[in-house]
């Protein structure tokens, strides 16, 4: 298994950026993909951007996001980040990790992204 830790969040005004960071432990190699996603207070958990292992560098993001967001890992996928920028006060939300392995999937506890006007 895996064990997932966020980083990064913080509080930054409308325009302005922050690179989260996904650290991953255990038996990464294992690991097929990685998605961020965004819980909004009131709202859904939903996913942000993700990249697999598929075609090496292969990602996705909600149309809200593209253009300004960018998802990137290390290597050996210890690490995925998240580089955020034209950040928007609808940016706001808790900021999740969730690595594929195998047949599981496991999250880390969040992070916190505050966008204010």
């Known amino acids: 298994q895996v064990q997932l830790v966020e980083s990064g969040g913080g509080l930054v005004q409308a325009g302005g950026s922050l690179r989260l960071s996904c650290a991953a432990s255990g038996d990464t190699s294992a690991i097929s993909g990685v998605g961020w996603y965004r819980q909004a207070p009131g709202k859904e958990r939903q996913l942000v951007a993700s990249i697999t292992r598929t075609s090496g560098r292969d990602t996705y993001y909600a149309d809200s996001v593209k253009g300004r967001f960018t998802i990137s890992r290390d290597n050996a996928w210890n690490t995925v980040y998240l580089q955020m920028n034209s950040l928007k006060p609808e940016d706001t939300g808790v900021y999740y990790c969730?690595?594929?392995?195998?047949?599981?999937?496991?999250w880390g506890r969040g992070t916190q992204v505050t966008v204010s006007e």
């Open positions: 969730n690595a594929a392995y195998y047949t599981a999937n496991f």
